[in-house]
């Protein structure tokens, strides 16, 4: 039976790099740079106008950038975690902190360096057993505590210091997981401050500090200078891109590197009456600007300039998305819930019988999380709170809680519903 070229490209399990590993003498490297508390709309990729981010401004320029990427968690580690593995919190057992559980797990590295990937890891950890090297990371430089000196570019050092070493021989992967931002925003070299001594952030949209705020309060108390402090801290995580991807232009390694770029949870910083993110609030939140974080993907040749993807991706996506983008096959049994976005980032047609769902899934704590590309569900377990429903198109700012209305009981139930089936399959 004669099969069609798209057909048969659909149908392989790494569509597009079949193509492109005929134009590559060798395996494609991988850039992962983690920020730690960072909100998609505090970039200028993404429409902020008052706070300076250029490098990853023309990252996402000159690649391809999710308009909504949404954390599975509120925790930075439990989404450190689900990037690593693809697994969820409750599945890797790491949310708020480490777990022994993840000594178990397969992480991307670990399959890596099984395929002959050199793998180093740079920065914060945060997911127990820092003292030693793990799951495959032969170069292991975690912070741990006693670094000097402002330590985002003790990050960036290290993480230079590898791929000056590196050769267009052999492939690597580096993951530079920066501390920053993170409050209290302290520490930093006085010119990131300077940046925004007198802006007012009127674009903002923070609000008075909410009653239910548990954490934070101290930032809220002067929302404007906390938003400066954020402000720089964003800035200087910024200025350690640069860094990076000139090692990679000076030795000629940038075409065969895919560089991502994500954070590890994203924050209130004000919006809401919160500072921080679904930690910030009492019971815990799960509000947009909390779990949407940057997803910013540069891959010359391979991953289109200037692009703007709609469809909706989870944290819990990126580990088959780089499994089919480096050609490693993930672990089979470990229940992934994620599917990889690979087609899209490419812009490459998704087989007419599997179109993208367009339906995310986070949770904390007692609180649990579905959206579609119109509506979003908050459930909270045990009476701790009230539900909540929002139509996000007529309400982006989850102003109007529509859980008890009428009008949308069918949307409640069917979201409802799919939150079931989402608990039950990936328990």
Same mark, same amino acid.
């Given at each position: ?167 267009? /021989?052999?492939?690597?992967? %580096? $993951? #530079?997981? !920066?501390? +920053?931002?993170?409050?209290?925003? @302290?520490? =930093? ?117 200037? /692009?703007?993807?709609?469809? %909706? $991706? #989870?944290? !819990?996506? +990126?580990?088959?998305?780089?499994? @089919?983008? =480096? ?101």
């Amino acid at each position: 039976m004669k099969v069609s070229r798209r057909a048969f490209i659909a149908a392989s399990p790494f569509p597009v790099l079949s193509m492109q590993r005929s134009r590559r003498s060798v395996k494609p490297n991988l850039v992962l740079i983690l920020a730690e508390e960072l909100s998609a709309w505090l970039l200028g990729c993404f429409g902020n106008k008052e706070i300076k981010t250029p490098n990853l401004d023309l990252l996402a320029r000159s690649g391809t950038r999710f308009i909504s990427h949404t954390v599975a968690t509120a925790a930075a580690p439990g989404n450190r975690a689900t990037f690593l593995t693809g697994r969820l919190p409750h599945q890797h057992g790491c949310e708020d902190g480490p777990s022994e559980r993840l000594v178990s797990e397969l992480l991307l590295s670990d399959l890596l360096a099984k395929a002959g990937y050199e793998c180093a890891y740079a920065g914060r950890w945060d997911l127990g057993g820092e003292l030693k090297p793990q799951h495959g990371f032969s170069q292991w430089f975690p912070l741990a505590g006693g670094e000097t000196g402002f330590t985002a570019e003790w990050v960036t050092a290290r993480a230079v210091d590898f791929l000056e070493k590196q050769s267009p /021989g052999r492939p690597f992967f %580096l $993951v #530079a997981a !920066y501390p +920053l931002p993170a409050a209290p925003y @302290a520490g =930093l070299p006085s010119r990131f401050y300077d940046l925004y001594s007198g802006v007012a952030f009127e674009t903002a949209g923070w609000q008075p500090a909410s009653a239910s705020a548990s954490r934070g309060k101290e930032l809220l108390a002067d929302t404007v200078d906390s938003l400066r402090r954020l402000a720089a801290a964003v800035t200087a995580l910024d200025e350690q891109v640069k860094p990076l991807l000139a090692v990679l232009d000076r030795r000629s390694l940038r075409d065969n590197t895919l560089v991502v770029f994500t954070a590890c949870r994203g924050l209130l910083a004000g919006r809401h009456g919160l500072w921080y993110g679904g930690d910030g609030s009492e019971p815990p939140n799960l509000y947009t600007e909390a779990l949407e974080t940057p997803m910013i993907w540069n891959w010359p040749g391979t991953v289109p300039v200037e /692009g703007a993807r709609t469809e %909706l $991706v #989870a944290s !819990y996506d +990126l580990f088959p998305s780089l499994c @089919a983008a =480096l050609e490693v096959t993930p672990p089979p049994k470990a229940n992934l819930c994620g599917r990889s976005f690979l087609l899209p980032v490419t812009n490459q047609p998704l087989p007419r019988k599997a179109p993208w769902r367009n339906l995310v899934f986070a949770s904390y704590r007692n609180t649990e999380m579905v959206r579609d590309s119109r509506f979003k569900l908050v459930l909270r377990s045990n009476g701790a709170g009230p539900n909540e429903l929002y139509d996000l198109r007529a309400d982006a700012a989850e102003r109007f809680n529509q859980y008890d209305n009428a009008e949308f009981i069918t949307v409640r139930k069917t979201l409802e519903q799919q939150l079931r089936q989402w608990r039950t399959k990936y328990a």
